[in-house]
């Protein structure tokens, strides 16, 4: 049996930290900026935890 690989795509735009935890970057910050308020902008800058419904299946993606 082949030996699983992770998805490229998920490793990039996630990180885990030490603890297991799964963080990701918010959506609506790369482009279209001037219409939105500085302190959003500022507040989309943070990573964020991934909820628990989608903790499992992204564990699954990025271990391979």
Do not use: P, W
């Amino acid at each position: 049996m082949k030996k699983l690989k992770s998805k490229k795509t998920a490793t990039k735009r996630f990180k885990v930290t030490k603890s297991g935890k799964i963080l990701r970057g918010h959506a609506l910050s790369s482009h279209l900026k001037r219409k939105k308020t500085a302190n959003r902008l500022r507040k989309n800058e943070k990573m964020v935890l991934v909820s628990e419904a989608d903790r499992k299946r992204l564990e699954r993606t990025l271990r391979g």
